[in-house]
């Protein structure tokens, strides 16, 4: 890998790290870093959040740390009174700036270093804090001991020999995320897949699980995020790996936005479904699976494009994966059906 882009993979995941810890950046911090010839644009492109909740840019020139004002407004140098961090989709909903966000994302066609304003947010739910402190949302799923092993790694987890679970510690909570399996992922004997069997939180050094309303809720997302992860990837029969809520609600907000940018006013939402009325027929992509079926009728085979013409999609975050590019080619392609070329998926439209 040539050393510029060494540097930006590391200055991206640092970037990660940061708005995931919620690591506080004083002025002086910021003027340091807009000096950095590789950190500098990305931070341009960030979305940060102020003492009091209010989500900004950071100003473009160099010199004085500046913020612009927040989507929709009139621009400003007004300084930050101060610290500021990386804001997390949780400061989105909080301050009802969330689609506002996105869709200036889109407009100005600027690409995050990592995916943030897209990113997928996880709560409590109600369920879940009626439940008592342990998670039960994934239970029952099967996984793959050594994949799932290899994507918690990836993520920052350590996977418990004597304990049978996988931790992640969020230090600038005190808090470590726990999954127990069962039986664990490190068991020898791999006839009997491991299931989920619990999400929980406990302080560090300690076993006792946290109530989960008093976890913070960055933590939280981020654990249940990389939970379903594991969940979608390495899932061991009877579940279907892309139908997680969160998913597909990101994966819809990135049709909308879409769709909007290029004046397409055909495509709608149903459900995990984005259901689109074009000139040939109506038709559904599940924007989960990716699966299409004609309305009324079956599925409708259309082959991905191959990753050669991924990157003619924009996609405004760096960490774009193959799925959602291919969901989003499918629904570009069914809204404007009257200009299809192919012989093939003209007569699969047809039949």
């Not at 080619?329 to 009257?338: E, G, N, S, T, Y």
């Amino acid at each position: 890998m040539p050393a510029a882009e060494e540097a930006a993979t590391r200055a991206r995941a640092a970037l990660e790290a940061a708005m995931v810890a919620q690591d506080a950046f004083t002025l002086a911090d910021l003027a340091g870093l807009r000096r950095h010839p590789v950190v500098a644009p990305m931070l341009a492109t960030l979305v940060w959040v102020t003492e009091d909740g209010v989500t900004r840019l950071l100003g473009n020139a160099f010199g004085a740390v500046h913020l612009t004002t927040g989507p929709g407004a009139a621009g400003s140098r007004r300084a930050p009174a101060g610290p500021l961090r990386i804001a997390h989709p949780v400061h989105f909903v909080a301050d009802g700036t969330w689609v506002a966000w996105q869709e200036r994302l889109f407009k100005s066609a600027k690409r995050q270093p990592f995916k943030q304003v897209f990113r997928e947010l996880y709560v409590p739910t109600e369920e879940e804090l009626m439940g008592g402190p342990v998670s039960r949302r994934y239970d029952g799923h099967q996984i793959q001991p050594r994949q799932a092993l290899a994507l918690f790694t990836s993520r920052g987890w350590a996977a418990a020999r004597d304990a049978g679970d996988a931790a992640r510690a969020f230090h600038s909570y005190g808090l470590v995320a726990r999954v127990k399996t069962d039986p664990g992922l490190l068991t020898v004997a791999e006839a009997d897949l491991p299931a989920i069997d619990g999400v929980s939180f406990t302080r560090r050094g300690d076993y006792l699980a946290q109530p989960l309303d008093a976890v913070p809720p960055v933590a939280f997302s981020e654990a249940m995020r990389d939970v379903d992860l594991v969940v979608s990837v390495a899932h061991a029969g009877g579940v279907d790996p892309e139908a997680t809520a969160s998913t597909t609600e990101m994966r819809a907000a990135l049709v909308r936005e879409t769709a909007r940018l290029l004046k397409l006013g055909n495509i709608g939402f149903a459900g995990q479904h984005a259901v689109i009325t074009g000139r040939l027929g109506e038709y559904s992509v599940h924007l989960g699976s990716g699966t299409v079926h004609r309305r009324p009728g079956g599925a409708v085979r259309i082959i991905p494009a191959g990753s050669q013409h991924r990157g003619r999609l924009f996609v405004p975050f760096a960490d774009d994966d193959p799925k959602t590019a291919e969901i989003i080619a499918k629904v570009l392609l069914l809204a404007r059906d009257h200009e299809i070329k192919d012989p093939a998926i003209l007569e699969r439209l047809r039949s």
